[in-house]
């Protein structure tokens, strides 16, 4: 089945510092990846739509700076938390619709960031 | 405006019993509807979907019942295991294109033994 790869699955950075997380499509290509951010006991909450080629839709209220969405290839995107603080520690979760499931969405593992 | 409404917020069922979870939509132009599966730590699995040109769904222990007319549909799982303990989001969207998912805000089942 389709599998979206999420790297790092834990991080730990200082505050001030960047921290990349990658979100990597295996066997399909994805030219649309979605970016979501969910606290504990709560709903996914979407950050942006990362477009193949093109710049990312950020949702109403998402710092477009601090959030920084690449899409460089069919089969990556990234997203850069720049200058965290600890009010960024979250759960952060991509994914992309799968052709394999039949146009259904496919997650990633999420990555937990924790900014100390 | 939430676009996605669920119910319940939590749900306490024992072992072997029907757990059922409701979801309500807004938009009329979302035809595909998904229910995910998350554990703590994880990120959200697909456990079942449906279009809305059929009423029911089954996979195995999983059902989806869709009232188009009422703008409603459920997640019915049989003979819940503890096994099957999480977080369960509903979902809806356009089926084409490059739409985001609207998620309701999740429902958290215990099956006690």
């Known amino acids: 089945g389709a599998v979206v790869s999420q790297h790092p699955s834990r991080v730990i950075c200082k505050s001030g510092t960047s921290v990349k997380i990658e979100c990597r499509s295996l066997d399909f290509q994805a030219t649309t990846m979605f970016w979501y951010r969910q606290f504990p006991k709560q709903s996914l909450m979407l950050m942006a739509t990362s477009n193949e080629g093109s710049k990312a839709t950020y949702e109403q209220g998402v710092e477009k700076d601090k959030f920084l969405i690449n899409h460089a290839s069919l089969t990556l995107s990234t997203l850069t938390v720049t200058s965290a603080h600890p009010e960024d520690s979250s759960f952060y979760i991509c994914s992309a619709r799968t052709p394999q499931a039949n146009y259904g969405y496919t997650f990633g593992s999420g990555t937990r960031l924790t900014v100390v | 405006q939430q676009q996605v409404k669920q119910s319940p917020q939590s749900l306490i069922v024992q072992k072997g019993g029907i757990s059922i979870i409701n979801c309500a939509y807004e938009n009329t132009a979302f035809d595909y509807f998904p229910w995910y599966q998350q554990f703590p730590g994880k990120g959200p699995a697909l456990l079942i979907a449906?279009?809305?040109?059929?009423s029911e769904k089954k996979e195995g222990r999983f059902t989806i019942s869709f009232n188009k007319s009422a703008k409603q549909f459920s997640l019915h799982i049989m003979d819940s295991q503890p096994g099957d303990s999480a977080t369960y989001f509903c979902a809806a969207t356009k089926a084409s294109g490059s739409y985001q998912l609207t998620f309701g805000k999740g429902t958290k089942l215990s099956v006690i033994p």
């Open positions: 449906i279009r809305p040109d059929v």
